[in-house]
């Protein structure tokens, strides 16, 4: 029993440690949104609460940021979504098909993505350019789709992996044909794992920088993270209670989608993972 009850509180411990380590950050960052003073920790500072950060954020028509949130938003949907169909269609493929060469063709998929998107970028801006699609949401779409396809191909070819072949099998007997088997079999099956793609890869896209800053130019088609990061030219010095305000309400999307899609998440990841 006592060796049972000191597990317990080595579990409960590394747990609390754990939730801080992780939402310490993000406390750190709602607080100072709403603090009149940036180092409220200070000594000699105490804290006050206040929404002018929030409201400046939101109303200040120079900061753009309401445009950057929503070319974020945008971006990152279509890019989701393309990859993961695009994966769907190759996962299904290599799973399902008499294909010659399918291990070294993931790994080969695998090793494309190990680049760093900054051996990249020049060539990328120079392509993009000589088309005329600097500032514009296809400039990073197209790039997008690219970077989060491995990922996406491999946890989908992961959870298709785990579905009996039977399924096929007797929708084909019935008349299906292949692409009306994926959409009307495995796909209705592999909803979870579907789901969990969509939503790292929209995280992905969400988050990245580089192609963003090297990319865009003005508010037309530039994402939420150049835009926060751009605050300080605009101001001429550091908002720090502009900026954690923004990262904030930039946030609030992501930690949405997870919490909705959360169970659909750990049955896509953990059911791909192991063999039934």
């Known amino acids: 029993m006592r060796a049972e009850r000191h597990s317990a509180v080595l579990i409960a411990l590394g747990a609390i440690l754990t939730l801080g380590f992780v939402l310490g950050p993000f406390g750190y960052m709602v607080l100072t949104g709403f603090s009149r003073a940036a180092d409220f920790l200070h000594p000699e500072q105490s804290l006050e609460f206040t929404v002018k950060h929030y409201r400046t954020v939101v109303t200040t028509d120079s900061l753009h940021f309401l445009a950057y949130l929503r070319n974020s938003l945008l971006v990152s949907a279509i890019s989701a979504v393309v990859s993961v169909c695009i994966a769907a269609l190759a ?7 008499s294909l010659p060469g399918k291990t070294l063709f993931m790994l080969l998929i695998l090793s494309v993505s190990l680049f760093p998107p900054v ?3 020049s060539y990328l801006f ?13 400039a990073l779409i197209f790039p997008y789709v690219a970077w989060t396809l491995p990922l996406s191909l491999w946890i989908l070819v992961s959870y ?23 959409r009307r079999v495995i796909l209705p099956l ?16 969400f ?3 580089l192609f963003a800053l090297l990319l865009t130019t003005d ?7 150049v835009g926060i990061a751009l605050f300080e030219g605009l101001h001429g ?9 923004a990262a904030t309400l930039t946030t609030v999307p992501v930690v949405i989608l997870a919490l909705i899609f959360q169970q659909r998440i750990i049955q896509g990841l953990t059911r791909g993972a192991v063999k039934e």
């Open 91 to 97: 996962g299904y493929a290599i799973t399902r098909l």
């Open 119 to 121: 051996s990249l970028v």
């Open 126 to 138: 120079k392509c993009m350019a000589s088309i005329g699609w600097i500032n514009t949401y296809q």
């Open 160 to 182: 298709f992996a785990q579905l009996p072949r039977d399924l096929d099998r007797a929708a084909l007997v019935d008349g299906c044909s292949r692409l009306q088997v994926l």
């Open 190 to 205: 592999a909803m979870p794992g579907v789901v969990s793609t969509a939503l790292l890869a929209f995280i992905f896209a």
């Open 207 to 209: 988050n990245e920088f």
């Open 219 to 225: 508010y037309r088609a530039r994402t939420i993270p």
């Open 237 to 245: 010095q550091l908002p720090w209670g502009e900026i954690m305000a």
